[in-house]
């Protein structure tokens, strides 16, 4: 991708996987898919709405036409901003085409203790935590909880996690839910935050995280909580987890039209409920490992599948919500490196919107917020590729390597004062010489991520100061009322 302004030229790195033929067959394959052979939606309500604007109805399986589905595309808006609560700008998202953020992921059973790095279930105070470390870090553009809450009332995982983050952090939130009810009370939480419902409206706080499942099912919760999202226009995600060879076809190309299909009934619920709200598709893609009956979470074939993706959803004039950072190895060592720093990098360079599950180890089953710590240097790292070079007569330096000539050097020259300090530096890595590693402990990398992680979670307090009495005050009311809900509910 090129601009030119005043004979500037930026060249930003981006790479194609696909020609626009294999595009063009794979975007026919999903129109195929869910015109002949439909999906399943478990929502009385979806399905009338469905019918109602031209779809086939057979019990449960619906059937898209192309017509349909055209329509719900034209209407996703090309542009959609989420905000920090705190009013700043600084941290603020804007979805559009190649314009990437990198954030951890839900749900994970188990969690890395930051104190004894050993894993053990997740619990409420590691929301607070990852949400406060994310909140320092620059690289990450949104937060996830890295985990589902085991120590509260079995139901409300997903309403605590987001309460604590969202007072932790001005990071936007991702959050997810069981139900419409604890999307409902996400929603209140994020309206009392932002100052009321016509403030939230104006300058939406997070976007809700949505997940059919594979192959080709809108289960009721999924399709009512995408539902009561378009209902209020909460940007979101509607995007499955496709396993290659188990819940879809073992080649790519098949994966491709089945996640495609499935993202694409949230896509048209949506945006016939409320046309012109943001949706964003996408989704884990992956492969089965047949020999340990296990998702790779650090297999190549996510990158290659996750940017090709990438590819066919942007032609639709849709954003991207796509993984990278996570590894299948079950502490942070070099696996973990190596496994996160390609994905990221593929990431990166296809230009995928939202890039989750920075910090996921063990195939997904464990969070650990020091593998996300790691995750931020490399997501800096990938940003230096990402933004290419800028060619122009100031950077093509020409007078200053007629003045110095053959033999001589840069060091002292205005040119090298001024531009030296765009040169990428570490946080994590290190470049010292040997005699000073040594001197400094002969510290390892994984030393001095632990050591990072450790003084932002003693040392960064986060916004939770900030936090207005009144919106406190409204969010216990809201987890005071979800747990009389819940309470009923089992009698």
């Not at 790095?117 to 620059?138: G, N, T, W």
């Not at 993984?323 to 496994?339: I, L, N």
Request: proline content about 5%.
């Amino acid at each position: 991708m090129s601009t030119r302004t005043n004979y500037t030229v930026n060249e930003s790195p981006f790479f194609s996987l696909l020609s626009d033929d294999q595009i063009e067959r794979i975007v026919n394959g999903m129109y195929r898919t869910l015109q002949y052979t439909g999906a399943n939606v478990h929502h009385e309500g979806a399905r009338e709405l469905f019918k109602k604007n031209g779809c086939k109805v057979d019990d449960i399986r619906v059937y898209f036409p192309p017509e349909v589905i055209k329509q719900a595309l034209s209407t996703v808006p090309p542009i959609t901003e989420v905000f920090p609560w705190d009013g700043t700008l600084d941290k603020r998202i804007r979805v559009e085409k190649k314009r990437s953020y990198f954030g951890p992921g839900p749900t994970p059973p188990y969690f890395i203790d930051t104190d004894t790095l050993e894993r053990r279930k997740y619990l409420r105070k590691d929301s607070s935590i990852v949400a406060r470390v994310c909140d320092a870090l620059p690289n990450i553009g949104y937060v996830q909880g890295l985990g589902s809450i085991s120590d509260v009332t079995n139901g409300l995982a997903d309403v605590y996690e987001f309460a604590d983050m969202i007072r932790n952090t001005t990071t936007p939130i991702m959050s997810w839910s069981f139900t419409r009810e604890g999307c409902r009370d996400i929603h209140r939480i994020a309206m009392a935050m932002a100052g009321g419902e016509e403030a939230f409206r104006h300058r939406p706080n997070y976007i809700f995280y949505g997940e059919p499942i594979s192959p080709l099912v809108s289960d009721f919760h999924a399709i009512d909580k995408c539902m009561y999202c378009a209902e209020n226009r909460i940007p979101q995600v509607y995007s499955p987890c496709a396993i290659g060879g188990g819940t879809v076809p073992a080649t790519h190309a098949g994966q491709l039209v089945v996640a495609l299909s499935e993202s694409m009934v949230g896509v048209i619920a949506s945006q016939l409920l409320n046309p012109g709200t943001c949706v964003i598709i996408g989704g884990v893609q992956s492969i089965l490992d047949m020999r340990h009956s296990i998702y790779a979470y650090g297999a190549p074939e996510l990158g290659l599948l996750s940017a090709a993706l990438t590819e066919v959803v942007h032609s639709l004039g849709l954003p991207m919500y796509s993984t990278a950072g996570c590894t299948d190895s079950k502490t942070m060592d070099m696996q973990s490196a190596f496994e996160a720093a390609f994905s990221i990098n593929a990431a990166m360079m296809s230009g995928a919107n939202f890039v989750h599950d920075n910090g996921y180890t063990e195939s997904g089953k464990t969070g650990d917020v020091f593998q996300t710590v790691l995750d931020d240097e490399l997501i800096s790292m990938a940003r230096v590729i990402e933004r290419g070079i800028e060619v122009n007569e100031e950077t093509m330096a020409v007078n200053e390597i007629n003045n110095v000539g053959p033999g001589g050097h840069y060091l002292y020259e205005e040119h090298t004062m001024k531009w030296f300090r765009s040169h990428w530096q570490p946080t994590l890595m290190d470049r010292n010489s040997y005699e000073d590693w040594e001197s400094q402990g002969r510290k390892t990398l994984k030393d001095r991520v632990i050591e990072k992680t450790k003084d932002l979670i003693e040392n960064h307090e986060g916004p939770i100061s900030k936090v207005n009495p009144a919106a406190n005050e409204e969010i216990e009311k809201i987890l005071e009322e979800a747990e009389v809900r819940i309470k009923k509910s089992n009698g």
